[in-house]
């Protein structure tokens, strides 16, 4: 088998590091508050069902016009026990000690001192340390800060704008003959949605083909139509948010989701119109397809994947092959430890790389016949420790400068099937799913996709067999579906700036030694 080179250790050059332990922020606690209180309004014709009131309090009826008041109570309450609102951007890194509360950890926490004892010690997290020793996984204060909290002015004027927009909703569906009721609202960072509980008779094919008038009665670019939302007798109206509220890398990092998910290779795939992270691990899939139109997120929805990837699997854990036809949006990575080869830039390249991944595939799978074993992890419970082998995640930047080698649309048909349990997986991007790029062999291996905003109806039946794609609000609004999601998930993907990215490599490049690269 080829060998994978492995990484050592080496001291560190650095400043104190002590991490500052993680805690649920006021703005977090604010976007449950705003968000938990938009379900309990009564717009125009609202249902009111699920009033969530305190234990210790009677529950009572919503009465007409209190949404306002719900959310100066909602408001008042987080604000009493909300810290100043100060700048953040460079708050150095404070020890656990100093920090009066701790959240629960996926793991517990140990301190970590880089020596060859600890070489080979894998899944460590975030603590302090004493001797000013560099900690992995890194300290979260690398990936920027939280979004800031909604204010209580701004809150106030988007409910107006959410009892205006349902009124609207109601009277365009009767003027078509449609009788409805709002059941309830959710609130994302990007989108609006509307539950909609049609008259007892009301075919659903009615109001499905409606996104354009709605569109035009509330003044807005676009509206999906969910009908119905999955698991509910509910029709869902989706329409752009009245402010579009940011969700940064470390948001998603910081949340209850990531720290309790299972996934060896957690995506962080973004957060739904209700407000729950979605993660996923990409072991399960085991593959991605990832299409979106320029400015539409799709370039940050990979660098936000890698970085989450690398910042809980160390060099020796994961190894990443990029191959990026434009030579521009993976040369932020050099350097990277976890990096097995240079970023690749051209098709030959690419192929040769490909090529590499096939046969690193037929020998694990050889290895775990013999072993008597079905998987990488399986296989990697029998070997030492200084023999496991890592696994591999191809990044492929844009698959449309690359598909039109017959070779290449070969190599990823055969590996796909069978790389997923050697720990071998694909993420694959493009600016064009048409089917000449995203063919009818590629998607039938690869299930799992998220599309960004697309040019055109067509291209996003291609990628998820609904038009949709083509009527999302871009800058990281996103359709998710695979095996799992019958329908697809609408999700806000994280922002990410590039100075975080070199910040990260630089830090994750002060901790391992650089690798020994191959060449394809």
């Known amino acids: 088998m080829n060998s994978i080179p492995v990484p050592t250790l080496k001291p560190a050059e650095h400043e104190d590091d002590d991490y500052d332990g993680m805690q649920i922020s006021s703005s977090e606690k604010l976007m449950s508050a705003f968000d938990r209180t938009l379900e309990t309004l009564p717009p125009p014709q609202l249902d009111q069902d699920d009033h969530e009131e305190e234990p210790e309090k009677p529950s009572k009826p919503v009465s007409e016009g209190s949404a306002i008041d719900i959310i100066d109570n909602a408001l008042a309450i987080i604000n009493s026990t909300a810290p100043d609102n100060a700048d953040t951007k460079k708050k150095p890194l404070q020890s656990r000690d100093q920090r009066g509360q701790k959240r629960t950890r996926r793991r517990p926490l140990q301190p970590v001192t880089f020596t060859e004892d ?3 010690t894998a899944n460590y997290n975030v603590t302090d340390n004493a001797g000013n020793e560099p900690v992995f996984p890194p300290p979260l204060d690398l990936f920027g800060n939280l979004s800031k909290p909604v204010k209580d002015k701004d809150s106030k004027e988007i409910m107006k704008i959410i009892e205006k927009q349902g009124k609207a ?3 365009t569906l009767k003027n078509f003959s449609i009788s409805a009721s709002v059941a309830g609202t959710s609130l994302g960072p990007s989108v609006l ?11 659903v094919s009615r109001i499905s ?4 008038e709605l569109a035009m009665a509330l003044a807005v670019t676009s509206v999906r139509i969910e009908a119905p939302i ?3 007798h509910y029709v869902g109206v989706e329409l752009p948010a009245p402010e579009r509220r940011p969700v940064t890398f470390r948001d998603i990092l910081e949340s209850q989701e990531f720290e309790e998910s299972t996934a060896h290779l957690p995506l962080p795939l973004g957060v739904q119109i209700d407000g729950k992270i979605f993660v996923q691990g990409l072991e399960v899939m ?8 320029s400015g539409s997120g799709k370039s940050n929805f990979l660098n936000s994947c890698i970085l989450s990837m690398c910042s809980v699997r160390r060099p020796d854990e994961l190894k990443l092959i990029l191959i990026d036809p434009g030579h521009v949006e993976f040369a932020v990575y050099d350097g990277l430890p976890h990096l097995l080869s240079a970023p690749v ?5 690419a192929l040769k790389a490909l090529q590499w991944a096939y046969t690193e595939m037929e020998e694990r799978t050889s290895n775990f016949a013999r072993s008597k074993v079905r998987n990488l992890a399986a296989y990697n419970r029998k070997l030492p420790k200084d023999e496991r082998l890592p696994e591999i995640v191809i990044v492929i930047e844009e698959l449309a400068d690359l598909i039109y080698s017959e ?3 070969s190599l990823i048909v055969r590996l796909a099937p069978k790389s997923g349990p050697a720990g071998i997986y694909m993420m694959l991007a493009t600016q064009r799913p048409s089917p000449d790029v995203v063919t009818t062999l590629v998607k039938s291996n690869i299930p799992a996709r998220a599309a960004f905003t697309l040019s055109s109806p067509a291209d996003s039946k291609n990628m998820i067999n609904i038009p949709d794609a083509s009527e999302l609000t871009g800058k990281g609004d996103m359709l998710f579906r695979n095996t799992n999601t019958p329908q697809p998930v609408r999700l806000q993907t994280a922002y990410i700036e590039e100075d975080r990215i070199s910040d990260f490599v630089d830090y994750m490049s002060s901790i391992f030694d650089a690798p020994e690269l191959m060449k394809f």
């Open 118 to 120: 600890t070489q080979e």
């Open 169 to 171: 909703i109601i009277l």
């Open 193 to 203: 949605q509307y539950q909609l509980e049609l008259a007892p008779g009301t075919k």
């Open 209 to 212: 083909g409606l996104g354009e």
């Open 230 to 232: 999955l698991g509910t």
């Open 286 to 293: 085991p593959h991605m397809i990832v299409a979106g139109s």
């Open 345 to 349: 830039n051209d098709v030959d390249g």
């Open 407 to 409: 070779d290449i649309e």
